[in-house]
C-alpha cells in the first residue's frame, strides 16, 4: 500500500486548504485513514481520521469546528480530504496521511497504522 498526501501550500490566516490522502494498492486491508502534522521541533500529533465502521470521525481539539476529513463517497477506502478552514500560524508543520490498517484501537494514535504518505507542507502566515 502506498499513500501520497496533496494540496499543501501557503496561506494566510484566517484561510482555507484542503489537503487530498489518495492510497493505491491493497487498500481492503485498511480500517480508516487518519492525518497527523508535525511542526519544527515538535513531535508529531494526531489531527483527524475516519474509521469506515459507521464513518466515525475523530478530531484533535485543536482543530475541532476548523477541519473537516471526509472521504472520497461512502464506499471510498482509499481517498480521504482533510479541509481546513481558519487556519492559524500553529497549523504550520508538515501533514501526514496514514492508513489504519488493523480493527481496535484508538485512531488518535500514530501506532495502529501500518502505511504512512510522505506527508505535504502547509504554512499559515499571520
Known amino acids: 500500500v502506498q499513500l501520497q498526501a496533496f494540496g499543501g501550500g501557503s496561506v494566510q490566516a484566517g484561510g482555507s486548504l484542503r489537503l487530498l490522502c489518495r492510497a493505491s494498492?491493497?487498500?481492503?486491508?485498511?480500517?480508516?485513514m487518519g492525518w497527523f502534522r508535525q511542526a519544527p521541533g515538535k513531535a508529531r500529533e494526531f489531527v483527524a481520521a475516519?474509521?469506515?465502521?459507521?464513518?466515525?470521525?475523530?478530531?484533535a481539539d485543536s482543530v475541532k469546528g476548523r477541519f473537516t476529513i471526509s472521504r472520497d463517497n461512502a464506499n471510498a477506502k482509499n481517498t480521504v480530504y482533510l479541509q481546513m478552514n481558519s487556519l492559524k500560524p500553529e497549523d504550520t508543520a508538515v501533514y501526514y496521511c496514514?492508513?489504519?490498517?488493523?480493527?481496535?484501537?484508538?485512531?488518535?494514535?500514530?501506532?495502529?497504522?501500518?502505511?504512512w504518505g510522505q506527508g505535504t507542507q502547509v504554512t499559515v502566515s499571520s
Open positions: 496514514a492508513l489504519k490498517g488493523r480493527y481496535g484501537g484508538s485512531a488518535r494514535y500514530g501506532n495502529v497504522y501500518d502505511y
Open positions: 494498492g491493497d487498500t481492503n486491508r485498511g480500517t480508516g
Open positions: 475516519v474509521v469506515w465502521s459507521g464513518d466515525t470521525t475523530y478530531y
